[in-house]
């Protein structure tokens, strides 16, 4: 297929790689990213992101807990400029339903679009209205919700980015303290054993096309790949990574250290690509 230089430059922010690099990489991935993104790390090639965040345009990102902090929930309510996005009355608007999130937890999307938020409107109505007042597509795009012993929320980037974290015990400002490590690091799991198979599978074949290009001999390449693959996890699930506050301990080391016993049960994020 043809790759366009917008499909090259789109692969080279999500990647960090150089233009020839990418256009050779989805050029021999028939222009799927995910597995041009393969190609480029088997090649050795730096790739800033192994994983590009939930696609967004502008918007609205809230995230809140009940009082009790036992539950919460995201919302992201999209639009197609930064200029709307930015306005106190949409930000508000983002936020009503968010609290109408909150008090009726549904399920899914299809449930909180259903909710009523005023006037007899129901969520789905309102963002009816709202797109011929404004002029702008405007939707739910995310909603996500958890529940816990103890669930902190986190607003980052003016209202670009959300994350919410459950943890065991009561320790508000220790989950308070893992919901930005969540929004700065981006883990994709809680923990290895939350990594789905196809995802180790996918890393360990990566690995082992890299350590057979380096020339190692075949019968050390599962043992070194498997190495890999903890380096996998130590960067990438959440209670294994360092710390943000202190690198000198895991996140799973810094909750014990609050409250013995003291572990993260979940977490949830939501960005507007950032």
């Given at each position: 297929m043809?790759?366009?230089?917008?499909?090259?430059n789109?692969?080279?922010?999500?990647?960090?790689?150089?233009?020839?690099d990418?256009?050779?990489a989805?050029?021999e991935a028939?222009?799927?990213?995910?597995a041009?993104?393969?190609?480029?790390?088997?090649?050795?090639?730096?790739?800033?992101?192994?994983?590009?965040?939930?696609?967004?345009?502008?918007?609205?990102v809230?995230?809140?807990?009940?009082?009790?902090?036992?539950r919460?929930?995201?919302?992201?309510?999209?639009?197609?400029?930064?200029?709307?996005?930015?306005n106190e009355?949409?930000?508000?608007?983002?936020t009503?339903?968010?609290e109408?999130?909150?008090?009726?937890?549904?399920?899914d999307?299809?449930?909180?679009l259903?909710?009523?938020?005023?006037?007899?409107?129901?969520?789905?109505d309102?963002?009816?209205?709202?797109?011929?007042?404004?002029?702008?597509k405007?939707?739910?795009a995310y909603?996500e919700?958890l529940?816990?012993a103890?669930v902190?929320?986190?607003?980052?980037?003016?209202?670009?980015l959300?994350t919410?974290?459950?943890?065991?015990g009561?320790?508000?400002?220790?989950?308070?303290?893992?919901?930005?490590q969540?929004a700065?690091?981006n883990?994709v799991?809680?923990?290895?054993?939350?990594?789905?198979?196809?995802?180790?599978e996918?890393?360990?074949e990566?690995?082992?096309?890299?350590?057979?290009?380096?020339?190692?001999?075949?019968?050390?390449?599962?043992?070194?790949?498997q190495?890999k693959?903890g380096?996998?996890?130590?960067e990438?699930?959440?209670?294994?990574?360092?710390?943000?506050?202190?690198?000198?301990?895991?996140?799973?080391?810094?909750?014990?250290?609050?409250q013995?016993?003291l572990?993260?049960?979940?977490?949830?994020?939501?960005?507007?690509g950032v």
């Amino acid at each position: 297929m043809a790759i366009t230089a917008a499909d090259v430059n789109k692969l080279r922010q999500m990647t960090g790689a150089g233009m020839m690099d990418c256009k050779k990489a989805l050029t021999e991935a028939n222009g799927d990213f995910e597995a041009a993104i393969d190609v480029l790390r088997k090649q050795g090639q730096k790739v800033a992101a192994k994983r590009a965040d939930r696609d967004a345009t502008e918007g609205a990102v809230i995230a809140m807990t009940n009082a009790d902090q036992t539950r919460g929930v995201i919302v992201s309510l999209n639009c197609e400029t930064d200029f709307v996005a930015k306005n106190e009355g949409y930000v508000a608007m983002a936020t009503k339903m968010a609290e109408v999130a909150l008090a009726g937890f549904p399920a899914d999307k299809d449930a909180l679009l259903a909710l009523s938020y005023e006037g007899g409107l129901t969520i789905a109505d309102k963002l009816t209205e709202q797109t011929g007042v404004i002029g702008e597509k405007i939707e739910i795009a995310y909603y996500e919700h958890l529940e816990g012993a103890c669930v902190a929320a986190y607003i980052h980037a003016g209202n670009k980015l959300g994350t919410l974290v459950a943890v065991s015990g009561s320790a508000p400002e220790a989950a308070k303290d893992v919901a930005m490590q969540v929004a700065a690091m981006n883990p994709v799991a809680l923990d290895k054993g939350s990594v789905p198979a196809e995802a180790i599978e996918r890393e360990l074949e990566i690995a082992r096309d890299q350590i057979r290009q380096e020339g190692k001999p075949e019968e050390m390449v599962d043992r070194i790949a498997q190495g890999k693959l903890g380096k996998f996890f130590k960067e990438n699930t959440l209670v294994e990574q360092d710390f943000i506050k202190d690198s000198k301990q895991s996140v799973a080391s810094y909750l014990n250290s609050v409250q013995s016993g003291l572990v993260a049960t979940g977490f949830r994020r939501v960005g507007l690509g950032v």
